[in-house]
């Protein structure tokens, strides 16, 4: 063994990686432009990583003993395993160049080759590469980039933490590749990657690593391929190895993101050195905890208390947070004080946000402050709870004050919400919607986008001209109204059937409705990544909601008025806007959803009072919030699916409601998704090759379905015949008057060339499938 210490009694599971400034994100996209060449874009992200270990022991985590984890990433963590673990499946076996080349080829495709499909990080907001294995993929240790992040830490005098995804996770998460044979599953090639990982672990070991974090947030998921108690028994048969080898670091085993508390003790009993559990989202096996068991399952392990929520920004309670961790202290187990999970899923400093309101700002801890709400529950384990009292009753009063504040609490928006009835959430039956809706006159495999065009530097100067009052609304509203009719030309001129107005006006699909509904504030660095080089910033939901007026009639009406075919208007579903928001923690997710929900439903009567017949409700995160524990979920999908049904019930029979799903695992919400009762359901399709399909055919869907044949998250534009060949297979198992012809999801990240080559190839291969060719 190569490691001596316990971790200290602070540390976090990872951090924001971007960059406190988005660095990263433009060096990388520099990059793929030909702008800079590798060695300067692998010198800044050494800086990148060496700025952000002296950050984290600045704010007080100890440079020695492991407590920095090297969580950094060019793309996505889970393709980092795939690297680390040489398992490059045979369609990418002709790239050629470095190890970055490949990687990125994985992630985003080329012209020859399609990229991994991406899905959803577990019920967060975050996308993750999906590692094709089949029985013939190579597996080969590659440790070169972990070893080398390890020594660039040595040289600023700090003892960091390699972090990789477990191997329980990564295969459980992986799909079979095309050419696997019947009957496979990655998951069958456990031993093979352990030994990997082993080999992995040793090179760290032999490179001075003191500690190692796998992460295996399988454990607390009831939504991979098997049950949850088989994936403990693969966890501890996959430990038993990877514990048994004589030359490695000591082991972090993580079980974030949900409630391991029925697994705890038997994790404890694993040969690793330390085991973390969520303890925001979980809690603690109470029998257990009482009876001794979990102390004697922990004697020689460390248990990391994950107290501070690494999902949400609110300031932690940290008088609940202590008396937690004291339970585990007065056990007799040795505890360390510990965020829940990574911390990439929040914005960096609260600090950088000077225009947002003092006291909503006081409220907030981001990623800088959780540390610092870690470092100080660490100093109460070491010197007593007399020690952070000051900490913890400066929390109590600011929490206190929060409950309180104007806005939290609006008596019209409750009364309304209380208000509601099974009847507002239902519209006319379905053939009479079928007939009134002929009138449309949309054809069979109709074409459209899913909303946004390419959002030029243009349309982002002129936003932030208007911002900075360089330029009167006047000449803003001008501009936008000619961007509106260009997009409206462009796309009559492709051919498409149904039209968008571009969304040109909109800096966000969350964030723009968050401006303008009572209730939110908005911030102004508080990106977080989505997947890759894309990040978001979400908006704090932190009072009660509602709509003060109209924040789409005047675009989309005015779009309408530019052409006879029909103009999408164009929403965020209730259910997408709290999952990419912060909401408040202070009452029941349903209780918001429901505020929001009859904030859309009056914009839905408005803007079909200017005449828009056709709106569509975006709820790309419907699966993302679906919960971990399958106790939980039929309670979700019963709300969620109530709050868009609020939000567009009230639309007339002869109003034809769409909406939009992405990168989700579908067949898990098949009949959530029909309960949604729209009419016409689009969804991401073309990296999978038409998956959803099937489970669609199976259910019997028996509404319009838009499963996407053009993916917008790679810059490949793909040809008339690989659209028309993904068509075919869905109109194979989905009758055409059914099916629509769509990309996978808006275009705002795109550039137009690209835009306009793949939407023309889209038409030209729906135009081919609807003659019979």
Same mark, same amino acid.
């Given at each position: 063994?190569?490691?001596?210490?316990?971790?200290?009694?602070?540390?976090?599971?990872?951090?924001?990686?971007?960059?406190?400034?988005?660095?990263?994100?433009?060096?990388?996209?520099?990059?793929?432009?030909?702008?800079?060449?590798?060695?300067?874009?692998?010198?800044?992200?050494?800086?990148?990583?060496?700025?952000?270990?002296?950050?984290?022991?600045?704010?007080?985590?100890?440079?020695?003993?492991?407590?920095?984890?090297?969580?950094?990433?060019?793309?996505?963590?889970?393709?980092?395993?795939?690297?680390?673990?040489?398992?490059?499946?045979?369609?990418?076996?002709?790239?050629?160049?470095?190890?970055?080349?490949?990687?990125?080829?994985?992630?985003?495709?080329?012209? =020859?080759?399609?990229?991994? #499909?991406?899905?959803?990080?577990?019920?967060?907001?975050?996308?993750?590469?999906?590692?094709?294995?089949?029985?013939?993929?190579?597996?080969?240790? &590659?440790?070169?980039?972990?070893?080398?992040?390890?020594?660039?830490?040595?040289?600023?005098?700090?003892?960091?933490?390699?972090?990789?995804?477990?191997?329980?996770?990564?295969?459980?998460?992986?799909?079979?590749?095309? $050419?696997?044979?019947?009957?496979?599953?990655?998951?069958?090639?456990?031993?093979?990657?352990?030994?990997?990982?082993?080999?992995?672990?040793?090179?760290?070991?032999?490179?001075?690593?003191?500690?190692?974090?796998? $992460?295996?947030?399988?454990?607390?998921?009831?939504?991979?391929?098997?049950?949850?108690?088989?994936?403990?028994?693969?966890?501890?048969?996959?430990?038993?190895?990877?514990?048994?080898?004589?030359?490695?670091?000591?082991?972090?085993?993580?079980?974030?993101?949900?409630?391991?508390?029925?697994?705890?003790?038997?994790?404890?009993?694993?040969?690793?050195?330390?085991?973390?559990?969520?303890?925001?989202?979980?809690?603690?096996?109470?029998?257990?905890?009482?009876?001794?068991?979990?102390?004697?399952?922990?004697?020689?392990?460390?248990?990391?208390?994950?107290?501070?929520?690494?999902? &949400?920004?609110?300031?932690?309670?940290?008088?609940?947070?202590?008396?937690?961790?004291?339970?585990?202290?007065?056990?007799?187990?040795?505890?360390?004080?510990?965020?829940?999970?990574?911390?990439?899923?929040?914005?960096?400093?609260?600090?950088?946000?000077?225009?947002? $309101?003092?006291?909503?700002?006081?409220?907030?801890?981001?990623?800088?402050?959780?540390?610092?709400?870690?470092?100080?529950?660490?100093? !109460?384990?070491? &010197?007593?709870?007399?020690?952070?009292?000051?900490?913890?009753?400066?929390?109590?009063?600011?929490?206190?004050?929060?409950?309180?504040?104007?806005?939290?609490?609006?008596?019209?928006?409750?009364?309304?919400?209380?208000?509601?009835?099974?009847?507002?959430?239902?519209?006319?039956?379905?053939?009479?919607?079928?007939?009134?809706?002929?009138?449309?006159?949309?054809?069979?495999?109709?074409?459209?986008?899913?909303?946004?065009?390419?959002?030029?530097?243009?349309?982002?100067?002129?936003?932030?001209?208007?911002?900075?009052?360089?330029?009167?609304?006047?000449?803003?509203?001008?501009?936008?109204?000619?961007?509106?009719?260009?997009?409206?030309?462009?796309?009559?001129?492709?051919?498409?059937?149904?039209?968008?107005? %571009? #969304?040109?006006?909109?800096?966000?699909?969350?964030?723009?409705?968050?401006?303008?509904?009572?209730?939110?504030?908005?911030?102004?660095? %508080? *990106?977080?990544?989505?997947? %890759?080089?894309?990040?978001?910033?979400?908006?704090?939901?932190?009072?009660?909601?509602?709509?003060?007026?109209?924040?789409?009639?005047? *675009?989309?009406?005015?779009?309408?008025?530019?052409?006879?075919?029909?103009?999408?208007?164009?929403?965020?579903?209730?259910?997408?806007?709290?999952?990419?928001?912060?909401?408040?923690?202070?009452?029941?997710?349903?209780?918001?959803?429901?505020?929001?929900?009859?904030?859309?439903?009056?914009?839905?009567?408005?803007?079909?009072?200017?005449?828009?017949?056709?709106?569509?409700? $975006?709820?790309?995160?419907?699966?993302?919030?679906?919960?971990? =524990?399958?106790?939980?979920?039929?309670?979700?999908?019963?709300?969620?699916?109530?709050?868009?049904?609020?939000?567009? /019930?009230?639309?007339?029979?002869?109003?034809?409601?769409?909406?939009?799903?992405?990168?989700?695992?579908?067949?898990?919400?098949?009949?959530?998704?029909?309960?949604?009762?729209?009419?016409?359901?689009?969804?991401?399709?073309?990296? /999978?090759?038409?998956?959803?399909?099937?489970?669609? !055919?199976?259910?019997?869907?028996?509404?319009?379905?838009?499963?996407?044949?053009?993916?917008?998250?790679?810059?490949?534009?793909?040809?008339?015949?690989?659209?028309?060949?993904?068509?075919?297979?869905?109109?194979?198992?989905?009758?055409?008057?059914?099916?629509?012809?769509?990309?996978?999801?808006?275009?705002?990240?795109?550039?137009?060339?690209?835009?306009?080559?793949?939407?023309?190839?889209?038409?030209?291969?729906?135009?081919?499938?609807?003659?019979?060719?």
């Amino acid at each position: 063994m190569t490691a001596t210490t316990h971790l200290p009694t602070a540390t976090i599971l990872g951090y924001p990686r971007l960059g406190r400034r988005r660095e990263l994100k433009r060096a990388i996209e520099s990059y793929w432009k030909g702008q800079i060449d590798e060695v300067t874009l692998q010198q800044t992200a050494r800086d990148l990583r060496a700025s952000t270990r002296a950050r984290l022991v600045e704010l007080g985590l100890p440079a020695a003993g492991g407590a920095v984890p090297e969580t950094f990433s060019f793309y996505d963590q889970v393709l980092d395993a795939t690297l680390a673990l040489g398992a490059i499946p045979h369609r990418f076996a002709d790239i050629s160049g470095s190890d970055l080349v490949t990687y990125f080829a994985l992630a985003r495709g080329d012209r =020859d080759h399609q990229p991994l #499909e991406m899905t959803k990080w577990f019920d967060t907001n975050y996308h993750y590469s999906v590692p094709e294995i089949d029985e013939r993929t190579p597996l080969a240790a &590659n440790p070169a980039q972990l070893v080398a992040q390890l020594a660039e830490a040595a040289e600023q005098g700090i003892d960091s933490r390699p972090v990789l995804v477990g191997p329980v996770t990564y295969l459980l998460l992986a799909k079979a590749s095309d $050419d696997a044979g019947e009957g496979f599953a990655p998951i069958d090639r456990l031993d093979e990657v352990v030994a990997v990982y082993g080999e992995l672990l040793a090179a760290l070991a032999g490179a001075g690593a003191q500690w190692v974090q796998l $992460d295996e947030p399988a454990l607390v998921s009831d939504s991979l391929p098997v049950p949850r108690e088989q994936t403990l028994a693969l966890v501890e048969r996959a430990y038993a190895a990877i514990g048994a080898a004589s030359e490695r670091p000591r082991i972090l085993l993580t079980a974030p993101y949900g409630d391991a508390s029925a697994a705890l003790a038997r994790l404890g009993a694993l040969p690793v050195e330390a085991v973390q559990v969520d303890l925001v989202r979980g809690g603690l096996p109470e029998a257990e905890l009482a009876s001794g068991e979990l102390t004697a399952a922990f004697a020689g392990t460390q248990l990391l208390a994950g107290v501070v929520d690494g999902r &949400n920004i609110w300031k932690t309670d940290l008088r609940a947070a202590f008396g937690n961790i004291e339970r585990l202290q007065r056990a007799g187990i040795s505890a360390v004080a510990a965020t829940s999970n990574s911390l990439q899923h929040v914005p960096h400093d609260v600090r950088d946000e000077t225009r947002l $309101d003092a006291e909503l700002a006081s409220w907030l801890a981001f990623a800088d402050q959780k540390i610092e709400q870690v470092v100080i529950l660490a100093r !109460g384990l070491a &010197n007593g709870a007399a020690a952070i009292e000051a900490e913890l009753a400066a929390v109590d009063a600011i929490l206190a004050a929060r409950a309180g504040a104007s806005g939290v609490r609006v008596d019209e928006v409750r009364e309304r919400a209380d208000a509601v009835s099974g009847e507002d959430r239902e519209r006319a039956d379905e053939g009479e919607r079928r007939a009134a809706q002929q009138a449309l006159d949309i054809p069979e495999l109709a074409t459209t986008t899913i909303g946004s065009f390419p959002q030029t530097p243009e349309i982002r100067r002129a936003r932030a001209a208007f911002g900075r009052g360089d330029i009167a609304q006047e000449e803003y509203d001008g501009f936008l109204r000619a961007e509106i009719e260009r997009v409206i030309r462009l796309q009559e001129e492709i051919g498409l059937d149904v039209l968008v107005h %571009g #969304e040109a006006e909109r800096n966000d699909m969350v964030q723009y409705f968050a401006e303008l509904l009572d209730g939110f504030a908005v911030t102004e660095h %508080g *990106w977080v990544q989505s997947y %890759g080089t894309r990040a978001t910033r979400p908006s704090i939901l932190w009072g009660d909601v509602s709509r003060p007026a109209p924040m789409t009639v005047a *675009w989309s009406a005015y779009a309408q008025s530019l052409t006879d075919r029909p103009v999408k208007g164009m929403l965020t579903g209730p259910v997408t806007i709290l999952a990419w928001s912060f909401v408040r923690d202070d009452q029941p997710l349903a209780d918001t959803a429901t505020q929001v929900a009859l904030a859309l439903r009056d914009e839905i009567d408005d803007l079909v009072e200017a005449g828009i017949r056709i709106v569509q409700v $975006d709820e790309p995160a419907l699966r993302e919030l679906l919960p971990l =524990d399958a106790d939980r979920q039929a309670a979700y999908l019963g709300w969620s699916v109530g709050a868009f049904r609020l939000a567009t /019930s009230g639309a007339a029979p002869g109003v034809q409601i769409h909406t939009h799903l992405c990168y989700s695992e579908f067949g898990e919400i098949i009949d959530a998704v029909d309960g949604l009762d729209a009419d016409v359901t689009s969804i991401e399709a073309a990296r /999978s090759r038409m998956d959803v399909v099937e489970p669609l !055919g199976e259910h019997g869907y028996a509404r319009g379905i838009g499963p996407g044949v053009y993916d917008i998250h790679s810059p490949r534009v793909p040809s008339v015949e690989e659209q028309q060949e993904l068509i075919r297979i869905a109109a194979a198992r989905i009758p055409g008057e059914q099916l629509w012809v769509n990309p996978d999801c808006g275009l705002k990240t795109r550039g137009y060339e690209e835009t306009v080559a793949s939407l023309t190839n889209l038409v030209h291969a729906a135009r081919a499938v609807r003659a019979g060719a």
